[in-house]
């Protein structure tokens, strides 16, 4: 069954520093997503991505957030100078409308 | 606003025992989606199930059921005769349909569902 793959699983960033997390959505799906899961906490929306463009974002997802997909296949959330609060579990999620399905989740911790 | 409501932090369950996850959840749209996840000890989230508002039937997959009532705007999920293998945290989501059918998934605080054996 396809699946939707993530890298890497867990990335450790020193504050500051850029970082961007990969996936690869499953190949006939239209809709991409960006979750965030602070540790112990609930799942939290930050964007969604349809026809090569923004549909719609979170509070969350500022200026320091950007999303692409650069090649129609990898789908990327770029963080541009990360905080010790953005922390967390990131998941992708990728689907034809609903049920979405998600990726195993990049472990993000900023030192 | 949409709005997902799990009033069980966690329940604790001796294996065998049946239990019942509640979920209330908030929308102002006629159309929308539910959902359940799973998130075991490893941290993926596994999908349970998905019920679209207009299709009240209660479901059943194995020890799993769903309990969808609009009147209330509740959908509860019992597992019959847990496992130590159910031990996990689940989520119940909401999504409005919206007009591409892609909606965010709103979701709830989560139950941890600890099954001893």
């Known amino acids: 069954e396809p699946e939707v793959t993530q890298t890497p699983s867990h990335q450790v960033t020193q504050m500051g520093q850029e970082v961007i997390l990969r996936c690869v959505p499953i190949s006939n799906h239209l809709y991409f997503y960006w979750y965030r899961q602070i540790l112990g906490q609930k799942v939290e929306f930050l964007v969604s991505?349809?026809?090569?463009?923004?549909?719609?974002k979170s509070e969350i997802f500022d200026d320091q957030f950007s999303v692409e997909r650069p090649d129609g296949s990898n789908f990327t959330l770029k963080i541009r100078s990360t905080k010790l609060e953005d922390s967390a579990m990131y998941f992708c999620a990728s689907g034809r409308g609903q049920p979405q399905h998600f990726g195993d989740g990049t472990r993000l911790s900023i030192l | 606003a949409q709005k997902v409501t799990q009033a069980q932090t966690e329940i604790s369950v001796v294996e065998k025992e049946d239990v019942t996850l509640d979920c209330v959840y908030e929308t102002r749209d006629t159309t929308y989606y539910l959902f359940w996840y799973k998130q075991p000890p490893s941290g993926e989230l596994v999908f349970l199930i998905r019920?679209?508002?207009?299709?009240?039937q209660n479901e059943i997959s194995g020890r799993y059921s769903w309990n969808f009532q609009k009147s209330t705007s509740s959908f509860n999920f019992t597992i019959t005769a847990s496992q130590v293998v159910d031990s996990a945290v689940y989520f119940c989501?909401?999504?409005?349909?919206?007009?591409?059918?892609?909606?965010?998934?709103?979701f709830g605080q989560g139950t941890e569902l600890s099954v001893k054996p």
């Open positions: 019920r679209n508002s207009f299709d009240e």
């Open positions: 989501a909401l999504s409005e349909a919206g007009h591409n059918q892609g909606g965010k998934l709103i």
């Open positions: 991505f349809y026809n090569n463009e923004i549909s719609e």
